[in-house]
Nanobody, 124 residues
């Protein structure tokens, strides 16, 4: 079984930056795509970014393009999300996810494993 543990969330002012990390355990993520979704208060779960195996294919949600960068360290079984120019509307619980297969998708139903989430709050 795969466990995904997110870290790096917190409170930041608008315009600031945060870096989220997600460490996978239980099996190697070799061959697996990994990604991030988020869910704000009263909102549906929204696709943020995904990175394929071994890290060439990348997909971003429209609302974060140009501000967020996803990357992965395959030796550490870890995926990162660098978030810059944060806005109050980025406030959400951010969930790490992984799927068997190297391709990236933007729908939650395509992913097999989920972390517990980490809160990101952006103040205006």
């Amino acid at each position: 079984q795969v466990q995904l543990v997110e870290s790096g969330g917190g409170l930041v002012q608008a315009g600031g930056s945060l870096r989220l990390s997600c460490a996978a355990s239980g099996r190697t993520m070799n061959g697996c795509a990994m990604g991030w979704f988020r869910q704000g208060p009263g909102k549906e779960r929204e696709f943020v970014a995904a990175i394929g195996w071994p890290g060439v294919d990348i997909l971003y949600g429209d609302s974060v393009k140009g501000r967020f960068t996803i990357s992965r360290d395959n030796a550490k079984n870890t995926v990162y999300l660098q978030m810059n120019s944060l806005k109050p509307e980025d406030t959400a619980v951010y969930y790490c996810t992984a799927r068997y297969g190297s391709r990236v998708y933007g729908q939650p139903s395509n992913y097999d494993y989920w972390g517990q989430g980490t809160q990101v709050t952006v103040s205006s």
